[in-house]
């Protein structure tokens, strides 16, 4: 027991690992999120010994008009749930009641939902939650609502994206969609901007792809995927790179936009999974190379 306690303890990643011991060592692992998802997924890169390298293709920032979402935060009381599919949206949500100075005990009234660990910024704001569903998605949501009673008497708040620039993602209107088939009234409010950046910023880091010199392509949401296709010139430029995607519903649009997706996180509810994911790959393709050697 001992000897296996040791063991575990040896093997384990930490810090004081060595860089050449770690699955993604020497791997170049392109970060598409914006930057203020972005820094937590290079963390989890990092600790596998990669190489993060930031080309976030899209930002999310403040409304530049308020007024719709100034209405429904001055009814928040008409609704019975609010669901909340992103942790920009609790950010800006909240934010922008301090400003009107509503107070938080009005959002207590109403249920809550957050996917995976929007559920810490959710609690962090309104120590409050009421459903955390068991898929961390838009489907998960919809499951989780159809098993409760007379749910389609009820009035449901979704903060959304305003997406500027590019074509939208599905996940919420089919979100949207998919509750109205259950006979909820859904109320969409705008509630931060999702918006493509210039790709002029970017020189290096796509040179860097088309000469090879990046391994992995990581997309966690659909934007990130539509943003870096109007970067690049053809799918030639990124052909040799292995796409990794966050959760299945990314990797299904981005297949459908043309991708060959290699990677897919099954534990999507954290970047933690994706990272684990990314790593997991290299370990497998290594220890695939090293049974043909042996084989040879």
């Given at each position: 027991m001992?000897?296996?306690?040791?063991?575990?303890?040896?093997?384990?990643?930490?810090?004081l690992?060595?860089?050449?011991?770690?699955?993604?060592?020497?791997?170049?692992?392109?970060?598409?999120a914006?930057?203020?998802?972005?820094?937590?997924?290079?963390?989890?890169?990092?600790?596998?010994g990669?190489?993060?390298?930031?080309?976030?293709?899209?930002?999310?920032?403040?409304?530049?008009?308020?007024?719709?979402?100034?209405?429904?935060?001055?009814?928040?009381?008409?609704?019975?749930?609010i669901?909340?599919t992103?942790r920009?949206g609790?950010?800006?949500?909240?934010?922008?009641?301090?400003?009107?100075?509503?107070?938080?005990?009005?959002?207590?009234?109403?249920?809550?939902?957050?996917?995976?660990?929007?559920?810490?910024?959710?609690?962090?704001?309104?120590a409050?939650?009421?459903?955390?569903?068991?898929?961390?998605?838009?489907?998960?949501i919809?499951?989780?609502?159809?098993?409760?009673?007379?749910i389609?008497?009820?009035?449901?708040?979704?903060?959304?994206?305003?997406?500027?620039?590019?074509?939208?993602?599905?996940?919420?209107?089919?979100?949207?969609?998919?509750?109205?088939k259950?006979?909820?009234?859904?109320?969409?409010?705008?509630?931060?901007?999702?918006?493509g950046?210039?790709?002029?910023?970017?020189?290096?880091?796509?040179n860097?792809?088309?000469?090879?010199?990046?391994?992995?392509?990581?997309?966690?949401?659909?934007?990130?995927?539509?943003?870096?296709?109007?970067?690049?010139?053809?799918?030639?430029?990124?052909e040799?790179?292995?796409?990794?995607?966050f959760?299945?519903?990314?990797?299904?649009?981005?297949?459908?936009?043309?991708?060959?997706?290699s990677?897919?996180?099954?534990?999507?509810?954290?970047?933690?999974?994706?990272?684990?994911?990314?790593?997991?790959?290299?370990?497998?393709?290594?220890?695939?190379?090293?049974?043909l050697?042996d084989?040879?």
């Amino acid at each position: 027991m001992e000897d296996e306690q040791m063991h575990t303890q040896s093997t384990e990643i930490d810090l004081l690992t060595p860089s050449r011991e770690l699955p993604l060592y020497g791997k170049r692992i392109l970060v598409t999120a914006p930057r203020n998802y972005a820094y937590r997924l290079s963390e989890k890169i990092i600790k596998q010994g990669g190489l993060p390298v930031l080309m976030s293709t899209i930002e999310t920032c403040y409304l530049s008009n308020y007024t719709k979402l100034d209405t429904a935060l001055n009814n928040i009381g008409k609704f019975d749930w609010i669901i909340f599919t992103s942790r920009n949206g609790i950010t800006a949500f909240f934010h922008r009641m301090n400003d009107l100075d509503i107070p938080v005990s009005v959002v207590q009234k109403c249920h809550l939902c957050a996917l995976g660990k929007d559920a810490e910024s959710l609690l962090s704001f309104c120590a409050k939650i009421d459903l955390i569903p068991t898929e961390s998605s838009p489907a998960g949501i919809v499951a989780e609502l159809a098993k409760l009673p007379e749910i389609h008497q009820k009035k449901v708040l979704i903060p959304t994206p305003q997406v500027v620039g590019l074509p939208e993602p599905n996940v919420v209107p089919n979100l949207i969609t998919d509750l109205q088939k259950l006979g909820i009234e859904v109320t969409r409010v705008p509630t931060y901007i999702t918006q493509g950046l210039d790709k002029n910023i970017y020189s290096i880091e796509l040179n860097l792809m088309r000469q090879g010199m990046i391994d992995v392509i990581a997309f966690s949401s659909t934007a990130e995927v539509e943003s870096f296709l109007t970067m690049v010139n053809s799918q030639s430029d990124y052909e040799p790179c292995i796409i990794a995607c966050f959760g299945p519903y990314t990797t299904a649009n981005a297949q459908k936009l043309g991708m060959n997706v290699s990677i897919v996180s099954a534990d999507y509810s954290s970047f933690e999974g994706f990272g684990e994911a990314i790593a997991e790959f290299f370990t497998l393709t290594s220890s695939s190379h090293s049974a043909l050697q042996d084989v040879e």
